[in-house]
């Protein structure tokens, strides 16, 4: 399971699709011991195949060996690894993933002059070493002198690295997929609702047409995913006026609170179908 310290407010959501994947793998004949992450640190569970919600560095780490060692791993150490924010932003921009124009900086260095040149005002300073524990982690600003005091109080919280992005003005869509499956769903968040669009065995399924382009949507994030090594995924995209997508947020294993009852028995399957290929050596 994944530690509450990297749950910000989605300790509940966190733990209740994890439980109803677990529970979907049970029916399926499975049979699942969970594990706290405390637990899975302590080098004790040497199970053959993982699901794996983790994100503490020691736990993706072990992650990683067992990994290495030849266990099913899902979603892989590795690709887990790939979603911190300094390390996703250097593989996207070096594979022309749609990301926002960004620098990473230490926290105890001046970055006025590199946004200035770069002609960024409004942007996002968020935590570049870890996946996000506080609200705080993630703050936008509106101008460099903004950032620079930001990032100082990141250096006094002992946050050693921030990656900093170009505010992208557009439609905010939250995403959420299960890769080699059909499961992809889109959601708008909205005043006093939400749209949900793309799921096509979703009764949930928003029966308008969609305000943007969900295919292209769906493509970006499947190139993201598979990019990252990531199975089990979701985030937030940013539709611009002229229609592109363009990823702001990507992260391993989200709550699929919007989608959870549809969203589990599909994680099970790919679990399911992952566990018969690594039997079968393919």
Not at 249 to 260: E, G, I, L
């Amino acid at each position: 399971m994944r530690s509450g310290a990297f749950s910000p407010n989605h300790i509940g959501h966190d733990a209740a699709i994890f439980n109803s994947v677990a529970e979907q793998l049970r029916k399926r004949g499975c049979v699942v011991n969970i594990y706290s992450e405390e637990e899975f640190c302590s080098g004790a569970v040497n199970e053959r195949f993982i699901l794996a919600m983790c994100r503490e560095k020691r736990s993706v780490e072990r992650l990683q060996e067992l990994e290495d060692a030849g266990a099913l791993v899902i979603n892989s150490g590795y690709g887990i690894e790939n979603c911190t924010r300094e390390r996703m932003m250097r593989i996207f921009t070096g594979s022309e993933i749609a990301f926002p124009e960004s620098i990473a900086a230490s926290t105890n260095e001046g970055v006025r002059a590199a946004l200035n040149r770069l002609k960024i005002s409004r942007c996002w300073i968020k935590r570049g070493d870890a996946p996000t524990m506080h609200k705080e982690d993630v703050t936008f600003v509106r101008h460099a002198e903004e950032a620079q005091e930001v990032l100082q109080e990141f250096f006094l919280r002992g946050i050693q690295r921030a990656v900093i992005s170009r505010h992208v003005e557009g439609r905010l869509v939250k995403f959420y997929g299960v890769a080699g499956t059909d499961f992809f769903l889109c959601v708008l968040p909205q005043e006093d609702t939400l749209a949900k669009y793309g799921f096509e065995g979703s009764s949930m399924r928003n029966v308008s047409a969609p305000p943007f382009d969900i295919q292209a949507i769906r493509s970006l994030c499947a190139r993201a995913a598979d990019t990252l090594d990531i199975k089990i995924y979701g985030g937030d995209c940013i539709i611009t006026p002229e229609g592109t997508p363009v990823i702001v947020s990507f992260n391993d294993w989200p709550s699929f609170a919007p989608c959870r009852t549809e969203a589990a028995p599909v994680i099970a399957r790919l679990v399911m179908s992952s566990i018969r290929k690594k039997l079968k050596g393919i």
